[in-house]
């Protein structure tokens, strides 16, 4: 009863300082991320020198050693251990009547001390993460800094956060990354107070994790190709245990995903007598999602699930345990006589409906080991599942209802604001990344709704997603490992960062206290911190302030959204480059297509240029634009034009060729659809493009859509003089 009027207290007490702080000058000081709950920021500073004396408890001897660790690499500094804790300079406890709150800590910086009370081991940390914070960027370095000055100013932080779920998932099944880059990794969320990482472990294309029993899971499993091609890699058990006490000292839980009954052909290839078929495979060395599921019709399915499952809560001391769960297409099933045997056996209604048997036998088995199942949201749509879950909302955040009506959690992970393998934007120039759905800018990563937490509601939080499927698999970004490249991580990061710090603050702040241009401005000081980590990140452009007509012409007002960077810019169209006119004023130039501008943080690591995208509106009756076309590129009497991400779903859809120049015609033909290079569809035609003809249809019916894989169409298209246009498309509503 004391510690639920403490925390009532806690809470009120946060609502009145609240009321008291003053933002304006909290803005003006610090720019800590995520944003803390209560900051009163007091006159003078302190400065950190290297006589200073540290103080603990005992229970946070790992954290205390890792503030040592960190300030000694950058200052120098050797701080010895005080004899009492009123000699030290600095002093860490923990104190669960003053701080209530999980997670939740203090931060008091006066001008001759530094003290953090936390409400248990990971508040200490999370207090830490804040007192870096307020230390110049140069504090993150691996290297002594010898020019920096080590001062804070004095202030008083009250924090703790809204949500108990701030999530990673890290898919390390379709590449994998090595356990160093794991722990860099943990390091980069733990610095944003994030507190849990799911681990992507399985999937068609990789086996990652070691199981004793089942050694051909990673001796088969864990490879894709052959000779100088082969590819993958798997983490020991011994590897995990590292891991997982890595990430313990900064708060971090490893929740495993051992997905099925789907994504699992790596298995499958390992131990075919897992799937419907028997059918032996290979580990896929290109994205797909394979149709063979594990057989829920044998017995010895059961068993492996048992013995992986058994060997992996052993490792793994997380409440949670993720099945995944998702994509699963139900034909192997529906085929397959001993499946169909467990349907009538069971009284299900339909094939799917198997998936939630599963999922109850799987469930049942974790609550015997104290071990609540995650999966994927379709874990809680196929069939009954009668043991409460916790259900990833990757789809439509509205399904959070079904969650709740079904008496089962969600976390709140959806592609349209988290999924961090997308682009920031359209940019020519960007890096190749996942297209079936539109860019995710750090804006609307930031805007995700994500309501408040309350222990008796079903959001325990947020968790962003970064999946290795697009962009990894091929030629495109291996490294050469003569070189020792690490060309992919790098890529991870750069599409991770910087909006991690987005999600992070999703999960950690409340509502009301958010928002965008308080965000963005304290980014800007970020990304300094982002590189004394070593850490890759996607350099935002320059921020347009004005956009002005003048006779005529257009003058262009910038802002730097870097702190500390310079903006670099041309007014040709050109691309701009080192050295490139620095902006120091408002630019004027006859045409928005003449001006090219972007942030230069040092010369080998800039932003893209600002883009300003053509003008379709005149065509919008045709839908969204496809691709250009140029009699010149139509030499060879085939035109193939990319269409992944532009046709989504499954349904009808009209593609449009319009001609916008020239005096010639352009002969059209049959149009032919590929998924990688399996002809879909053909749809025949012999048409004419010219200008008594402006525009000519082809109406294609999609069935076999798949998230993540590359689609392409290919047209006959013979060119008779100058002739030039776009390609548009559009879903046909039914």
């Known amino acids: 009863l004391n510690l639920f009027i403490m925390k009532n207290l806690f809470k009120a007490a946060l609502c009145l300082l609240l009321s008291v702080s003053a933002p304006g000058i909290e803005a003006q000081t610090v720019s800590i991320i995520p944003k803390p709950a209560q900051i009163i920021v007091k006159e003078g500073t302190l400065t950190l020198t290297p006589d200073m004396q540290i103080a603990y ?154 199981i004793k029993k089942y050694p051909r899971l990673t001796e088969v499993g864990a490879w894709a190709g052959k000779n100088e091609k082969r590819l993958g890699g798997f983490y020991t058990q011994e590897e995990i245990k590292e891991m997982i006490a890595y990430a313990a000292v900064r708060g971090v839980e490893i929740i495993p995903e051992i997905e099925f009954p789907a994504h699992m052909l790596s298995a499958v290839a390992a131990y075919p007598w897992l799937c419907c078929t028997g059918k032996q495979h290979e580990v896929p060395n290109q994205h797909f999602i394979s149709r063979d599921l594990l057989c829920v019709g044998k017995e010895s399915s059961y068993q492996f699930l048992a013995d992986v499952l058994e060997e992996t809560v052993a490792l793994f001391p997380s409440k949670y345990i993720n099945i995944g769960g998702d994509e699963a297409v139900y034909d192997r099933w529906q085929e397959c006589p001993k499946c169909q045997a467990v349907v009538r056996r069971e009284g299900l209604e339909k094939t799917s409906d198997l998936q939630g048997y599963l999922t109850n036998v799987v469930a049942n088995m974790m609550k015997e080991k104290g071990k609540t199942i995650v999966g994927w949201e379709e874990i809680i749509q196929r069939g009954a599942v009668s043991q409460p879950v916790v259900a990833a909302i990757w789809h439509n955040v509205a399904d959070t209802i079904q969650a709740a009506r079904l008496g089962h959690k969600a976390i709140l992970s959806p592609a349209t604001h988290v999924y961090l393998d997308f682009p920031e934007g359209r940019t020519p120039g960007e890096v190749k990344a996942a297209t079936w759905m539109p860019p995710i800018s750090l804006e609307k990563c930031y805007s995700m709704p994500t309501g408040e937490y309350a222990a008796t509601g079903t959001v325990l939080g947020v968790q962003g ?63 300094a911190r982002l590189d004394h980590k070593g ?15 003048i006779d005529g012409k257009v003058r262009f007002t910038l802002a730097p959204s870097v702190q500390g960077a310079t903006i670099r810019y041309t007014t040709d169209g050109t691309y701009p480059h080192a050295h490139s006119a620095v902006y120091a004023a408002p630019v004027t130039v006859d045409s928005k297509s003449d001006f090219r501008a972007i942030t230069e943080v040092t010369p080998r690591h800039a932003s893209l240029p600002l883009y300003f995208a053509p003008d379709y509106s005149a065509y919008a009756r045709y839908g969204a634009f496809l691709a250009e076309w140029k009699s010149q590129q139509l030499a060879s009497g085939t035109l193939r034009i990319e269409s992944t991400g532009a046709m989504v779903g499954n349904g009808t859809f009209d593609i449009t060729f319009v001609r916008t120049r020239g005096s010639g015609r352009l002969n059209l033909g049959k149009l032919v659809q590929f998924k990688r290079d399996e002809q879909l569809a053909e749809v025949p035609m012999q048409a004419v493009l010219d200008a008594n003809t402006p525009a000519v249809t082809y109406r294609l019916t999609q069935t076999a859509f798949e998230a993540g894989v590359p689609f392409y169409f290919e047209v006959e298209a013979a060119p008779e003089g100058d002739i030039a246009g776009y390609v548009f498309v559009k879903k046909v509503e039914e």
């Open 535 to 549: 850490c890759t990140y996607r350099v935002p452009e320059p921020r347009i302030v004005a956009e002005e007509e």
């Open 465 to 527: 997603c970064f999946w290795s499927d697009q962009f990894i698999h091929g030629t495109m970004l291996q490294e050469i490992a003569p070189l020792n490249e690490n060309r992919s991580e790098n890529y991870a990061e750069y599409l991770t960062f910087p909006r991690l710090l987005a999600v992070a603050e999703l999960g950690w702040t409340r509502t009301d206290r958010r928002n965008w241009l308080d965000f963005r401005n304290r980014i800007s000081t970020h990304f």
């Open 57 to 210: 408890d005992a229970a946070c001897k790992e954290q205390a050693e890792y503030l040592l660790q960190t300030v000694r690499r950058s200052t120098g500094f050797r701080w010895k251990e005080a004899g009492k804790k009123s000699r030290a300079g600095i002093v860490l406890e923990i104190d669960t009547l003053r701080v209530p709150s999980a997670e939740g800590y203090t931060l008091d910086i006066s001008n001759k001390r530094i003290a953090i009370c936390g409400h248990d081991k990971s508040g200490v940390f999370y207090g830490i993460q804040t007192l870096l914070q307020l230390l110049p960027p140069e504090i993150y370095s691996a290297s002594l800094q010898s020019d920096a000055k080590w001062s804070v100013p004095c202030i008083s932080v009250v924090d703790a956060p809204d949500h108990p779920w701030r999530g990673m998932m890290l898919d390390v099944a379709r590449y994998f990354y090595d356990k160093d880059f794991v722990k860099k990794y943990i390091d980069m969320m733990a610095m944003y107070k994030m507190n849990k990482l799911q681990l992507h472990l399985i999937d068609d294309s990789g086996w990652r994790l070691e």
